[in-house]
């Protein structure tokens, strides 16, 4: 994962390999789809959360990786347009389940601070691909499925849990993501005895 040190090179295989799967994916039932051994599911927003890191470390990668990034957005965009409606449902779907899969661990929170503090890694990840999500949904989708809203309240709630950090993944990471917009990547919940989340 991000936390434990970034790697372009993993991160492009992945982004490669999500890409070239996303037809039957994008059209079939499953929200978390396989890609093959020790790989992370495919999802969209997962593709998405790999494309900014890629994007935004741009300058330091080099001529052939930037190559494939450029051949994996197209590849993308070439999807969507062919699956419109499908690829917008899509990602309705996983931002819905990762918003659920949020709210699950604000109730760890509440019950078990330690766990809280500890296990909020993955959900800074988690919300950070519901940036992407949300981002990349069409404009018209979004009034409809409501997710603006529910975003906004699961981050009201996040925001009681957590208090201002360092940067939670790797420093190199640091400049993909401006702290005003991902605020929660700047925070994380206190260990027990450190200074309590507000009520």
């Known amino acids: 994962m991000s936390e434990q040190g970034y790697s372009v090179e993993r991160e492009l295989k992945e982004a490669v ?6 037809v039957p994916y994008v059209y079939e039932d499953v929200v978390y789809g396989k890609i093959g051994m020790n790989m992370p599911p495919l999802t969209i927003g997962n593709l998405l959360f790999r ?39 899509k990602m309705i779907r996983e931002a819905e389940v990762r918003l659920r899969e949020l709210n699950a661990y604000f109730g760890e929170c509440k019950d078990d601070p ?30 409809q ?10 981050d009201s709630t996040l925001r009681r849990y957590v208090r201002p950090s360092k940067f939670v993944w790797s420093v190199a990471l640091r400049d993909v993501y401006p702290q005003q917009t991902f605020w929660w990547l700047y925070s994380r919940p206190p260990q027990p005895g450190e200074d309590e989340p507000r009520d």
């Open 51 to 89: 494309l900014r890191r890629l994007k935004g470390l741009r300058d330091q990668i080099s001529v052939l990786q930037a190559s494939a990034v450029d051949q994996v957005e197209i590849q993308l965009e070439l999807t969507r347009k062919e699956w419109g409606v499908a690829y917008s449902k």
């Open 17 to 22: 390999e999500m890409v070239s799967a996303l």
């Open 145 to 154: 499925s409501g997710l603006e809203t529910k975003v906004k309240s699961a």
């Open 114 to 143: 330690r766990l809280c503090a500890n296990a909020y890694l993955p959900e800074a990840q988690r919300r950070t691909i519901l940036h992407e999500l949300l981002e990349a949904i069409p404009y018209g989708d979004l009034p």
